[in-house]
């Protein structure tokens, strides 16, 4: 009798051999063709997800670092006018105010324009410059002193070429320049990060990267940041400027003199703009209502 082993023990092996022969038979089944190509793997991820062996989140993740690849810095990149900059020739309070106004860490350092790019400055490195005044060591300010080199690259670049840059040059901003050499507009490693563990959505987001314009009523309607005046102009017939910034995120901008945060309102023309979502860096998504 001393030899028997105890029924529970043995109950207990014959369902864990069960359960990891089920996961292996799923495991068989989803992979017993060969993908052909990226829409084929994607598909078997899919059935992962829905038999359970990979979760939403993670599926969600693994068709993201896949998609970077069709991407290329143009398609995410921040564009020109939405650019926070500070210039060679402000003083340390005024950049100080710029800078916390913000609410970034980096910044591109201009001289006569937007395509005169002398550095990045960390908003980190001004910190340390405060702190040793405050010490008592009156330290002239130069901003020549924290300029950090630029790192330019081209609208066509891709970004998973890119994303493998920023972690072997540890670098974290690019700044990106057109076919003739002039900024349109920056980069920075979380903008790539963002096209793979994606955004929080919320109900008014709207469906299909094609969509920029969703009417809630006759008066009221749903827009995405980065919609052309030029589309806008011609949905609603109207006429914003359209000579000085491309998109309405950039007009809202200028407009209220920072970046808005959600809620802040502003009326433009015939318009009454509403921030419905908005980062530290750029307008994702506004509520327009026609008056």
């Known amino acids: 009798m001393s030899d028997d082993k105890p029924p529970s023990i043995s109950l207990s092996k014959n369902n864990a051999d069960t359960e990891k022969k089920s996961w292996f038979d799923k ?18 991820l899919k059935s992962a997800e829905e038999n359970t062996l990979i979760n939403p989140e993670l599926l969600s993740m693994m068709v993201g670092v896949m998609h970077i690849s069709e991407l290329q810095v143009r398609d995410i990149m921040i564009a020109r006018p939405q650019m926070v900059v500070v210039n060679d020739e402000m003083g340390f309070e005024e950049m100080l105010a710029s800078i916390v106004e913000s609410g970034h860490s980096r910044f591109p350092v201009i001289g006569d324009n937007r395509d005169d790019i ?3 400055v960390l908003a980190k490195d001004l910190l340390h410059f405060t702190a040793q005044n405050t010490l008592g060591q009156k330290i002239k300010f130069n901003i020549k002193d924290f300029l950090r080199p630029a790192v330019i690259i081209p609208e066509s670049k891709r970004l998973d070429i890119l994303l493998k840059e920023f972690r072997t040059n540890r670098n974290h901003m690019a700044m990106v320049v057109d076919e003739y ?3 349109a507009g ?8 963002e096209q793979i563990v994606g955004e929080i959505e919320d109900e008014f987001d709207i469906d299909g990267e094609e969509e920029t314009i969703q009417a809630m009523s006759d008066s009221e309607f749903v827009v ?7 589309e806008f102009n011609e949905y609603f017939s109207s006429t914003l400027d359209e000579d000085e910034f491309d998109t309405i995120g950039g007009i809202l901008m200028q407009a209220f003199g920072h970046v808005p945060a959600k809620d802040e309102s502003i009326e433009i023309s015939d318009f009454r703009f509403e921030i419905i979502n908005a980062d530290t860096r750029r307008i994702k998504l506004i509520r327009v209502f026609k008056q």
């Open 181 to 183: 050499g002039s900024v």
């Open 27 to 44: 495991l068989t089944h989803l992979f017993q063709d060969t993908p052909q190509d990226r829409d084929d793997l994607i598909e078997v």
């Open 224 to 230: 995405k940041g980065q919609t052309e005046i030029e």
């Open 118 to 120: 002398e550095g990045i």
């Open 186 to 193: 920056l980069v920075t490693i979380e903008d790539v990060l």
